[in-house]
């Protein structure tokens, strides 16, 4: 099994018969690098399954990009018209996309299928308030831990400043948690 397929799978406890039977129905994109998916200003919804790249969750202050939570293959994105946050690529990702409509007569022809998509969307907002309560409990070092976990690579691939802003840490300190760890 392809590694997101797995990831996916085990994150979200979703079977992988219906994953896969879901994307035989949804069209393989590749996104560019900086390239938005959600926004306030884009009204359509949709689900995006990541197989490879990184994205990231945002909010703006004062001109600048301040990244609430990264994406990565295997990981499944709700994307809605949002006045809080925006969700960019920040490298070239493809992924599996379906829009909303397309969920729409999809649920409403299976049961199955509608039980899967309100999971991927469950879990999706059960990992929001994960992602916000670890925010408020865990320090920095446990934080940049856990990410690295999950994402072993980021440091090589996303700019610093989108890790600082979501750790809340400054290039200091980071550089100071990367030594640190080794």
């Given at each position: 099994m392809e590694a997101y397929l797995k990831k996916?799978?085990?994150e979200y406890q979703v079977d992988e018969r219906e994953v896969k039977e879901l994307l035989a129905r949804m069209e393989m994109v590749y996104l560019d690098k900086g390239e938005t998916i959600a926004s306030a200003t884009m009204p359509e919804q949709s689900l995006y399954i990541i197989v490879s790249g990184i994205l990231h969750t945002y909010?703006?202050?004062?001109?600048?990009?301040?990244?609430n939570r990264f994406f990565s293959a295997g990981d499944a994105v709700l994307c809605y018209n949002s006045s809080q946050?925006?969700?960019?690529?920040?490298?070239?990702?493809?992924?599996y996309y379906i829009s909303e409509e397309e969920i729409e007569e999809l649920c409403a022809s299976s049961i199955s299928f509608?039980?899967?998509v309100r999971q991927l969307m469950e879990y999706?907002?059960?990992f929001k308030e994960?992602?916000?309560?670890?925010?408020c409990k865990l320090t920095v070092r446990e934080r940049y831990l856990s990410l690295l976990a999950e994402i072993p690579d980021i440091l090589y691939r996303v700019p610093l400043k989108h890790i600082n802003h979501y750790l809340g840490a400054d290039?200091?300190?980071?550089?100071?948690?990367?030594g640190d760890s080794k």
């Open positions: 996916l799978c085990f909010t703006t202050h004062e001109g600048e990009e301040r990244t946050y925006s969700i960019k690529t920040l490298t070239k990702c493809a992924a509608a039980n899967l999706q907002f059960y994960e992602e916000d309560m670890s925010a290039v200091t300190s980071l550089g100071y948690l990367a």
